[in-house]
């Protein structure tokens, strides 16, 4: 388990800092895929197969073509000639490092809340399905308003560029 | 009682040789070597199967349009693949001297380990699957989105104008046409309970009288067979969908730049994706490898999974003698504007099939609601149209 999963993590960083440093951006979002699959590895190696492949299906099959489509859509795939660091880097790593700290918090923090478990919990992809429209049904239909809205959003603004074209 | 014992024996050959063959181990490398044996079984079977699916198709296309097709290699012209083989390995490897040598070289890899992956979870005979998976429906539709990737990377790193409108028609479309194919097999999981393509089978594999309980026979299962076919053709860039390598436009789309034996290896991930799909669609709504009639349950449970697989071959061959390609709006329109409200309309409809109950009733009004929106639906969208003769804009 441990050398699998050290071997893993360097992976799934790799992934992260290729995805920052290098300078094509659509070298970056093949990297970002990597690291993508290096998280869905770790899921499956916790033996969560839906998280792993819900990862796998949406992140890797859905958001890193949508990344790499509007890449290609705002013409910056030509690589950068100057470094990769942008002039707010400084705001940007303060504000990184912010957001890394509240989760860190949340996680070791919710470690006391939770009973503590000697076995490991055997999760089957129907528990999943029923907490989803049991226990968490408001947060599941905010959230499904919430891609409604985008939705809508996203039709309405290729509708108004269509009415500019003409 | 000795003709039952055969055909129990034949049915399961293939794992009693299988555990033969694992026997001479020691017992701590059964378990690996099982499933080596698995992956082996695999990775030799389907590229058989789309060596001689080429020269079927060749030769189903050329008697198509009054032609021979292949008939110099072999008999009947039946070794082709193999002079196709040799001659794709033997090719010069090009690299574009501009393209992105990394990407290139990893694109068709990713595509083929990517298509590979999908075949594990196929339950492709009575105990004949690798992992039998709690969530295997997720995992198949995880790998086949990975394909994607690689035919973005394949089309991008080109650096070639051909490639790179090949890869952005392909992407579009198979995330268009995701969305109906994964709606379409949640039916299934709705009535079945189950994310486990094992157990979709064995809820299938049930007789009354002599018919089986197919998913397909049920109205709400045809109407999902018809969009999940429709997707899936979509998904493997068959014709009437092959405007990613549409041959008249864009050269071969994506895979325009590679050449010998990684252009060989895109062919392959195309073909396999085919297996795959296919596999899959008949796991889902044709119970996967039971006999149709519980008579013809004496043939080996996996003659009928291949059977049905290549069944769906040939209709993929014969739609693309047919067929015309689609327009890129059209094909969007026909994604969104029909496909996928009509896999919707198919979701309600099988909650309400699952929740009136048995007997006659479900049937009547679940038909009648499919029926009657397909009706409607087909004719409103045809009033949008003006027919009339064909105008030439630029030609004449």
Not at chain 2, 113 to 121: E, K, L, N, R, T
Not at chain 2, 340 to 345: A, G, V
Not at chain 2, 381 to 388: D, L, N, P, R, V
Request: proline fraction near 4%; include cysteine; charged fraction near 10%.
């Amino acid at each position: 388990m441990s050398f699998v999963f050290y071997l893993i993590a360097a992976l799934t960083l790799a992934g992260g800092l290729a995805a920052v440093l290098l300078r094509n951006t659509v070298h970056c979002a093949l990297a970002l895929t990597v690291a993508f699959a290096g998280l869905a590895l770790l899921f499956l190696g916790l033996d969560a197969q839906f998280a792993g492949f819900a990862q796998i299906l949406i992140y890797i099959g859905a958001v890193a073509i949508l990344v790499v489509f509007a890449i290609l859509l705002t013409r910056s795939s030509e690589t950068m000639q100057e470094g990769v660091f942008s002039k707010s880097w400084f705001a940007g790593l303060v504000i990184a490092a912010g957001v890394f700290a509240v989760l860190g918090w949340a996680v070791l923090e919710s470690a006391h809340a939770l009973p503590f478990e000697t076995a490991a919990p055997r999760v089957t992809v129907r528990d999943i399905g029923n907490a989803l429209v049991g226990r968490y049904v408001l947060p599941l239909e905010i959230v499904a308003l919430l891609l409604t809205a985008a939705t809508i959003g996203a039709v309405i603004v290729a509708l108004h560029e269509k009415e500019r074209a003409r | 009682m000795a003709a039952a014992s055969i055909s129990v024996t034949l049915d399961q050959i293939f794992v009693l040789l299988r555990d033969w063959l694992v026997h001479f181990l020691p017992a701590a490398l059964r378990p690996f070597a099982s499933v080596v044996l698995g992956v082996v079984a695999i990775v030799a079977v389907f590229p058989g199967l789309f060596a001689l699916t080429t020269v079927f198709e060749r030769k189903g296309l050329g008697r198509m349009q009054n032609r021979l097709g292949p008939n110099r290699v072999g008999p009947f012209g039946f070794f082709q693949p193999i002079a196709d083989g040799i001659k794709s390995l033997t090719k010069e490897d090009v690299i574009p001297f501009r393209a992105d040598a990394a990407v290139h070289f990893l694109a068709p890899l990713v595509l083929v380990v990517a298509v590979f992956m999908g075949f594990a979870v196929l339950p492709v005979g009575r105990n004949m699957v690798l992992v039998d998976m709690d969530a295997g429906l997720l995992f198949f539709f995880a790998m086949g989105a990975s394909t994607e990737l690689s035919v973005f990377m394949a089309g991008w790193s080109s650096r070639n104008k051909y490639s790179i409108l090949g890869a952005m028609r392909a992407v579009g479309q198979m995330i268009s046409y995701e969305v109906p194919l994964l709606l379409s097999s949640v039916a299934v999981v709705m009535i079945t309970g189950s994310l486990s393509l094992t157990k979709i089978v064995a809820a299938q594999n049930q007789y009354t009288g002599i018919f089986p309980h197919w998913y397909v026979f049920t109205p709400w299962g045809f109407a999902a067979f018809l969009m999940f076919a429709i997707a899936a053709t979509a998904e493997t860039n068959r014709t009437p969908f092959d405007l990613p390598e549409g041959e008249s436009e864009l050269v071969a789309g994506y895979f325009t730049e590679y050449s010998g034996f990684k252009f060989a290896l895109f062919f392959l991930g195309e073909y396999l994706g085919m297996f795959s799909i296919s596999g899959l669609g008949a796991t889902l709504f044709f119970g996967g490898w039971s006999a149709p009639l519980s008579f013809l349950n004496v043939i080996p449970s996996w003659i009928w999974f291949f059977a049905k697989v290549m069944a769906a071959i040939f209709v993929f061959i014969w739609m693309r003698g047919t067929l015309p390609r689609l327009r890129q709006d059209q094909l969007m329109n026909f994604a969104w504007k029909f496909v996928l409200p009509f896999t919707l309309l198919d979701l309600m409809v099988t909650a309400l099939w699952r929740f009136m109950g048995e007997g006659w009733a479900r049937w009547v009004v679940c038909t009648a609601i499919l029926a009657g929106a397909y009706v409607l639906m087909g004719r409103t969208a045809m009033q949008q149209k003006k027919f009339g003769p064909r105008s030439y804009r630029y030609a004449e």
